[in-house]
């Protein structure tokens, strides 16, 4: 029987919270306390079936400014580009980015209706339904309120760093998806810069006479 395996994977990535040598609850994170909920994007994927190649393709410089035209380079060798494949890769790609998008936005509504009770934040105690009778002289006490449960008052301060936290990380993935998005969109681009090339690379007319 062999040994156990080192993983080369940290078991604990994030650094533990450091703790005041007096013994004192540690400071709050910066951003305790804070609804991030307006950061978190919601995602979707645009196309149903991604634009043809052989449309021309738009510019897609998004800083406005009209950037120095590159000089150009040595002349390049034969070049092929096969466009089905690159058509089938990219097809395959807005597949697992729609179950991905799915997932995300399965978990980004999840967090959004639960944030506010999932960790005991309203949890009550009931209270005491009196005796039952109308009498004074019976000695009845009227109902009361409920009342907060001991362990509603750290749930609220555990949910005050908590909820940032999972926004913070709903961020995060709904950005990498955007950022994935993105690629497709320029593996779309790119197909259509490599077909308006081909149409363009053609001899000119002979000249007249």
């Given at each position: 029987?062999?040994?156990?395996?080192?993983?080369?994977?940290?078991?604990?990535?994030?650094?533990?919270?450091?703790?005041p040598a007096d013994g004192t609850a540690p400071e709050p994170s910066?951003?305790?306390?804070?609804?991030?909920?307006?950061?978190?994007?919601?995602?979707?994927v645009a196309w149903d079936t991604p634009p043809s190649f052989n449309?021309?393709?738009?510019?897609?410089?998004?800083?406005?400014?009209?950037?120095?035209?590159?000089?150009?380079?040595?002349?390049?060798?034969?070049?092929?580009?096969?466009?089905?494949?690159?058509?089938?890769?990219?097809?395959?790609?807005?597949?697992?980015?729609?179950?991905?998008?799915?997932?995300?936005?399965e978990v980004r509504a999840h967090v959004a209706s639960v944030k506010?009770?999932?960790?005991?934040?309203?949890?009550?105690?009931?209270?005491?339904?009196?005796?039952?009778?109308?009498?004074?002289?019976?000695?009845?006490?009227?109902?009361?309120?409920?009342?907060?449960?001991?362990?509603?008052?750290?749930?609220?301060?555990?949910?005050?760093?908590?909820?940032?936290?999972?926004?913070?990380?709903?961020?995060?993935?709904?950005?990498?998806?955007?950022?994935?998005?993105?690629?497709?969109?320029?593996?779309?681009?790119?197909?259509?810069?490599?077909?308006?090339?081909?149409?363009?690379?053609?001899?000119?007319?002979?000249?007249?006479?």
């Amino acid at each position: 029987m062999s040994g156990p395996i080192d993983s080369k994977y940290d078991t604990t990535p994030l650094p533990e919270p450091e703790k005041p040598a007096d013994g004192t609850a540690p400071e709050p994170s910066a951003d305790n306390g804070k609804d991030l909920s307006g950061l978190v994007p919601e995602d979707k994927v645009a196309w149903d079936t991604p634009p043809s190649f052989n449309l021309d393709p738009k510019d897609v410089n998004s800083s406005g400014s009209n950037p120095p035209e590159p000089k150009p380079g040595p002349p390049s060798g034969n070049l092929r580009v096969d466009l089905a494949s690159l058509r089938t890769g990219e097809k395959s790609m807005l597949v697992e980015a729609r179950e991905a998008v799915a997932k995300y936005e399965e978990v980004r509504a999840h967090v959004a209706s639960v944030k506010d009770t999932v960790f005991g934040q309203t949890a009550k105690d009931k209270a005491d339904t009196g005796e039952g009778h109308t009498s004074l002289a019976s000695g009845y006490k009227p109902p009361q309120e409920d009342s907060d449960n001991p362990f509603a008052s750290a749930a609220r301060e555990f949910a005050a760093e908590m909820n940032p936290a999972m926004e913070r990380a709903l961020l995060q993935v709904g950005s990498a998806l955007e950022k994935f998005g993105e690629y497709i969109a320029l593996l779309n681009h790119s197909g259509q810069v490599y077909a308006h090339t081909d149409r363009e690379s053609r001899f000119p007319p002979p000249p007249a006479g």
